[in-house]
């Protein structure tokens, strides 16, 4: 059993203890307050819910919240006074279950790698709530399978064996194909925080999953990894302006090489600096705009990292680190029950120069439209997605960086050899459209996918020819019921992966041809939730 994410987060833990026991000691703390702050946990493998979404069509006003996630934060409540009755609730236990027949895909799983075989996370605590302090308490244990699986070497004699195969040198990514030859347990502290909130202010520490950006995966942070060890400081609620109304989060954590990269000890950990601004307008919350910058580099061994926490404000030399910008705009008319969204995200340093000349160079994007139609009894819950991360080979003085691939740091935009953004990753290009049925007490519905993987990589292949492409499609239904406070959701999908790593026999003597069938289902239920038409 592995506990190095608690070890490796306790000097953040350290920093914002220093900095909740400043809120602690501030005058007039009994003061009155126009709203109250409840606890809560939003796992990250709901936020995909048809009955998430549905309920987030149907709001009146959410501000530019949803912006920027959280897999702890507060509900807010009104109130004249802060509670000072201490409330310590059990958080019932979430469970979620998947299995992959051939080949991993551990998208949307939070920390959970689901590799091939099947995996299993549980996360159970409680919340708690005394005055203007708060805390979720919901380690995650999980075991993986991890049964054999066709892979490639790595062509890096200095990498593990299970390191990525087409990232290494100058595009280089901790990505690997699989997390070694055995069974793992693990145990993580998952959806865990605490926090001091007050006058809209909160300041703490944080564990949990963390999505910024409106559409189902985040270009900057997402669901796909474990959430990145942090101190915080953001507002709790919305702050109006005769400009506008603002919300804003900055964070300092530590992220963490996996076991399966490089043998060097000195890099395996890195200080990830990051900011998000949201925007409404005094007038409308139909109208959202965001804009976040991250910055990442690597913590010399023996130190914290403190000298990196104002990072995310400061321009970065591309060989000191890594970065990342992204924009959103969101666009939410609540009588349509219609949401319509874009974000695009640049990575590496942006030179005016290059986006003259080349505007589609280190920039990818993500674009959305979910469509909710009302019956009696019930909704339908529409939604199309797609995203391209796939870079332009317009420069020919330079490399070209793959998306996510480290510019500083030899790892690149990833925690635990999983991607803190999209989880089709590198090079990729996919397209996702849904409709549900949703009701207050259950929901059926299916999906279709279609994703491009690691395109960028291909074209520096021997004999890059079109047939290579790595192109996986797939087809889904899923349904889920809401009984006694669970929710408990069932997902099945079938389809094919072709060229599997750009394995196509076509013009390659002696070579062999890897189209793989895929299977996955996956099983979750998760306690509290609750469904609106």
């Not at 149907?58 to 409330?87: F, S, V, W």
């Not at 299995?99 to 995996?119: C, E, M």
């Not at 900057?220 to 990145?228: D, E, Q, Y």
Request: charge should be positive; proline fraction near 7%.
């Amino acid at each position: 059993m592995s506990l190095s994410p608690i070890k490796n987060a306790c000097p953040t833990i350290v920093v914002a203890l220093l900095c909740a026991s400043a809120f602690a000691a501030a005058p007039q703390l009994a003061a009155a307050q126009q709203f109250q702050c409840s606890a809560q946990i939003s796992a990250p493998e709901t936020w995909l819910d048809p009955a998430n979404r549905l309920a987030l069509l149907n709001l009146q006003a959410n501000g530019a919240q949803d912006l920027m996630r959280e897999g702890a934060d507060c509900r807010q409540t009104a109130g004249n006074h802060i509670q000072r009755m201490l409330k310590i609730r059990p958080y019932s236990l979430g469970l979620r279950i998947v299995y992959n027949s051939r080949i991993p895909d551990p998208r949307g799983d939070g920390a959970l790698w689901a590799g091939r075989g099947a995996s299993a996370l549980i996360r159970a605590g409680f919340l708690f709530d005394y005055g203007i302090f708060h805390a979720t308490v919901a380690p995650e244990l999980m075991y993986e399978q991890n049964r054999p699986t066709d892979i490639l070497p790595p062509r890096n004699a200095a990498r593990s064996s299970f390191a990525a195969p087409f990232y290494s040198g100058g595009i280089s990514v901790d990505m690997p194909t699989r997390m070694g030859a055995d069974a793992i347990t693990q145990i993580a502290p998952g959806q865990s925080a605490f926090w001091a909130d007050y006058h809209g202010v909160s300041i703490g520490w944080s564990a949990a999953n963390a999505s910024w950006g409106p559409g189902l995966d985040g270009l900057m942070l997402g669901n796909s990894s474990a959430g990145v060890p942090r101190a915080f400081i953001r507002t709790s609620r919305p702050v109006a302006t005769p400009i506008g109304n603002w919300s804003a989060l900055y964070f300092l954590g530590r992220v963490t090489e996996s076991r399966f990269f490089d043998f060097d000890s000195l890099n395996n950990s890195r200080t990830l600096s990051a900011f998000a601004i949201g925007w409404t307008p005094a007038s409308t919350h139909a109208l959202a705009l965001g804009l976040s910058r991250a910055v990442m580099r690597v913590i010399p061994r023996g130190t914290i990292g403190s000298r990196n926490l104002g990072s995310a404000f400061a321009p970065l030399n591309p060989a000191d680190g890594d970065e990342l910008v992204s924009f959103s705009a969101r666009l939410h008319l609540p009588a349509a029950r219609t949401r319509a969204w874009i974000e695009l995200g640049h990575q590496g340093p942006l030179r005016l120069r290059d986006i003259l000349t080349s505007p589609g160079a280190g920039t990818a994007y993500r674009v959305g439209l979910e469509r909710g139609i009302e019956y009696t009894g019930g909704a339908w819950v529409f939604l199309f997605e797609a995203a391209n991360l796939e870079m332009p080979q317009d420069f020919t003085d330079r490399q070209s960086h793959d998306f996510y691939s480290g510019w500083g740091t030899s790892q690149g935009w990833t925690q635990r050899g999983q991607l803190l953004g999209s989880g089709t990753g590198p090079g990729s290009q996919s397209q996702y459209v849904s409709a549900d049925w949703v009701t207050p007490g259950w929901s059926a519905g299916g999906f279709l996918e279609r994703v491009r993987w690691n395109e960028d990589a291909m074209f520096r292949e021997y004999l890059p020819y079109p047939n290579r492409h790595d192109v996986s499609v797939r087809i889904g239904a899923r349904g889920s019921v809401t009984r006694g406070g669970f929710r408990t959701q069932a997902d099945l999908s079938v389809g094919t992966r072709l060229d599997y790593l750009f394995q196509n026999a076509d013009y390659i003597p002696d070579y062999r041809t890897v189209d793989v069938p895929l299977l996955q289902l996956k099983f979750t239920v998760t306690p509290g939730m609750r469904t609106a038409p």
